[in-house]
């Protein structure tokens, strides 16, 4: 199993539509969670972070963590074309050496 | 604030050349870490570095050596490049800790190895 999983995608919504990205990690003990946005050609960017359970909320993101059932999610609402990237999700933990390990990322599509 | 700054952008080596990819951060984070990004795969750590002084293999060390010279740089050496080498290189830098804060990540470096 690998450390951090995700849907490789593509996910194709169209434009206003809620996206929903999703993330399973392996380590019990991680404790630092991330959603970083990458651009074609560009490096990654961080949007959201996440340490405790329940949601966490800024402008049209919204993070979900569930560590007893070790899942993490993004909620993109009122999508736009922009927001057609990569999605990464990146985690630390005791397991992983408290690095951070990323997903391979989700392709999310926005169709106008 | 320049934040991460990697170079060179683009390099093409021949098979078994050598070369450093160089990086430096100036935001006084401790945590510097090296990741190549192939198609389909995601980030992978190829080496991390919690302090000056000290570097830790990742998933994927095998053909690398590092060097953190001091706080604000980290260097990647290939000895010998191999085609398998041919990836996008990113530095990363962040504050460590029982909770990781975010890290900060260079534009990139494109290699090829022919």
């Known amino acids: 199993q690998k450390e951090v999983e995700q849907n490789s995608g593509p996910l194709s919504v169209p434009e206003g539509a809620i996206a929903s990205l999703n993330c399973t990690y392996s380590?019990?003990?991680?404790?630092?969670f991330f959603w970083y946005r990458q651009y074609s050609g560009k490096s990654p960017e961080l949007i959201m972070s996440i340490y405790s359970n329940g949601d966490k909320e800024d402008g049209r993101f919204t993070a979900q963590l569930n560590k007893a059932s070790q899942y993490v999610s993004l909620l993109i609402r009122d999508s736009q074309p922009s927001d057609s990237a990569t999605y990464l999700c990146?985690?630390?933990?005791?397991?992983?050496?408290?690095?951070?390990?990323f997903g391979a990322g989700t392709i999310l599509r926005v169709k106008s | 604030n320049a934040g991460v700054t990697q170079t060179p952008k683009f390099q093409v080596l021949k098979t078994g050349q050598s070369m450093t990819l160089q990086c430096a951060q100036d935001?006084?984070?401790?945590?510097m870490y090296w990741y190549r990004q192939d198609p389909g795969m995601g980030l992978r750590l190829i080496y991390y570095s919690a302090s000056e002084g000290t570097t830790d293999k990742g998933e994927v060390p095998n053909g690398y050596n590092v060097s953190r010279l001091n706080k604000r740089e980290f260097s990647l050496r290939l000895e010998s490049a191999a085609p398998s080498q041919t990836s996008v290189y990113f530095c990363a830098s962040s504050f460590p800790g029982p909770r990781n804060t975010e890290a900060f990540f260079g534009q990139g470096t494109r290699l090829t190895v022919v």
């Open positions: 935001m006084n984070h401790n945590s």
């Open positions: 990146a985690v630390d933990g005791e397991e992983y050496g408290n690095k951070l390990v």
């Open positions: 380590d019990r003990g991680s404790q630092s």
